[in-house]
């Protein structure tokens, strides 16, 4: 076997990466609530853009398990992802890696290996 095939009786150790997302946003909805829960809140310095100074800011955790965290993730779940910048690379550049994907004349991933 080449160093491109794996071993199907090892079989592949890594959760699928939507279990993985699901996993880790379940996680940071409920560490929000724990920490809105104690009451945690955090100072730092923020720029005020009309007298150009450092003013200190505080911030209270927000709880997502709430009526307004889940309507807050709701109502910003599309300007989220719209404004998140690899979202936009990936909607520009996966049209052109499928369009070359289709008269590339082998696979990138066994390049190395003469069984590919």
């Given at each position: 076997m080449g160093p491109c095939r794996h071993s199907p009786a090892r079989g592949n150790k890594v959760p699928h990466p939507v279990v993985i997302f699901l996993a880790l946003t379940a996680f940071v909805m409920v560490m929000s609530h724990v920490l809105y829960m104690?009451?945690?809140?955090?100072?730092?310095?923020?720029?005020?853009?009309q007298t150009h100074t450092l003013e200190p800011t505080t911030v209270a955790v927000r709880s997502l398990l709430t009526g307004d965290g889940i309507r807050f993730i709701l109502t910003s779940m599309i300007r989220n992802v719209m404004t998140f910048g690899p979202v936009g690379a990936l909607s520009r550049f996966s049209p052109a890696a499928a369009a070359a994907s289709s008269w590339w004349p082998t696979s990138p991933t066994c390049w190395a290996s003469p069984s590919c």
């Open positions: 104690f009451g945690v809140s955090v100072t730092y310095d923020a720029l005020n853009l």
